[in-house]
């Protein structure tokens, strides 16, 4: 049995339109759908909700997080924890 290997670029194209956890350099996580990334991971997301120190602080409907800010990118799973890739 093979296994095909996927590179990352192919991972992302996969989870657009899927719920995501985006966790900046600052700490904050911003929760939403991926709308769609670019190669300098520039992040646009829908339903966007934003949580400090775990806590809801504000909802979004749409928001753009430049890329240089983004600590990690997660694939939301419907637990409460957050799968991290």
């Given at each position: 049995?093979s ?5 990352p670029?192919d991972f992302l ?7 995501v956890?985006v ?5 904050v996580?911003?929760r ?9 991971m520039?992040?646009?997301l829908?339903?966007?909700?934003e949580?400090?120190?775990?806590q809801?602080?504000?909802?979004y ?11 990690r ?9 957050p799968?991290?890739?």
């Open positions: 049995m296994l095909r290997k996927q590179t670029s194209k996969q989870i657009i339109g899927r719920p956890v966790k900046l350099n600052s700490g996580d911003y939403g759908v991926l709308a769609c990334l670019d190669g300098y520039n992040i646009a829908e339903q966007t909700e949580y400090v120190n775990g809801l602080k504000n909802k409907g749409d928001a753009f997080i430049q890329g240089n800010n983004v600590l990118l997660c694939l939301k799973k419907k637990t409460k924890k799968t991290i890739f």
